[in-house]
């Protein structure tokens, strides 16, 4: 996600995330916050993509709504994050200095850079004053169904991996589902050395492969997402081994 461009007056860290706590995970699971799927973030966005979508088309643009989630997603930020997902919940005082919360109106300037940098994106140019007024619908759409302090959701694994591998374009929850089998010790069905056979350890040396690739993969992705500029581009797996 994209940190604040500009300097705001507000009290919260940029990055939330940055502290997370088996203490907060815990209370999360209990509460059922957790953020489990990237779907649950898409849901969230669905509506606000069809308000685009319609305002394109009257405008006389062909915005598709896969178009816009792309755009959508390449300039998510926290702050647009947290007021998408962010639940109005309080938080038990043993909790507090876990469990991070925000207070709206201290995230929405941001979150609405945010998406002005969406329609403008989408342009290709900068906003008209009819663009603005599409742009303060957006907020208000989404403050509609807050609260005015909101707690954001603990982010799974699945999450995590499915929002990078969906910003940068590298498919990484796919193998971390394959690979899974082999990073965990399951003694009862014997994936455990040294009672693997000799195809779990070639299929285990295929899976490591393919898991160097995609990191540098990822790492190529960011290089030229964030500096436009590419490293290297080699495959390393040998498909006759």
Do not use: C
């Not at 997370?20 to 815990?26: A, H, L, R």
């Not at 779907?39 to 709504?65: A, C, Q």
């Not at 896969?66 to 998510?76: D, G």
């Not at 938080?91 to 200095?97: H, N």
């Amino acid at each position: 996600m994209k940190p604040l461009k500009r300097e705001v007056k507000q009290s919260f860290d940029e990055v939330p995330y940055r502290y997370t706590s088996k203490k907060w995970y815990d209370w999360a699971s209990e509460q059922k916050l957790v953020i489990r799927n990237l779907r649950e973030l898409e849901r969230e966005i669905n509506h606000l993509v069809e308000i685009i979508r319609v305002y394109g088309k009257v405008k006389g643009f062909n915005w598709s709504k896969k178009q816009i989630k792309s755009v959508f997603f390449k300039n998510m930020s926290y702050p647009l994050f947290l007021l998408l997902v962010g639940v109005g919940i309080q938080i038990p005082q043993k909790m507090e200095g876990y469990v991070p919360r925000y207070r709206v109106e201290e995230v929405v300037d941001a979150a609405a850079d945010s998406l002005r940098a969406i329609i403008r994106d989408l342009k290709g140019r900068r906003l008209t004053r009819t663009d603005e007024t599409l742009l303060r619908e957006l907020v208000e759409t989404i403050k509609a169904k807050k609260s005015s302090v909101i707690v954001p959701p603990y982010p799974s694994n699945e999450f995590v991996l499915g929002f990078v591998g969906r910003v940068l374009s590298v498919n990484l929850i796919g193998l971390y589902r394959e690979y899974s089998y082999f990073v965990h010790s399951y003694i009862p069905s014997w994936h455990v050395f040294p009672f693997s056979s000799v195809l779990e350890f070639k299929i285990f040396k295929y899976e490591l492969y393919k898991f160097i690739e995609t990191v540098w993969n990822l790492i190529n992705a960011y290089f030229k997402t964030v500096w436009g500029i590419t490293l290297w581009d080699q495959k390393i797996i040998d498909t006759d081994a």
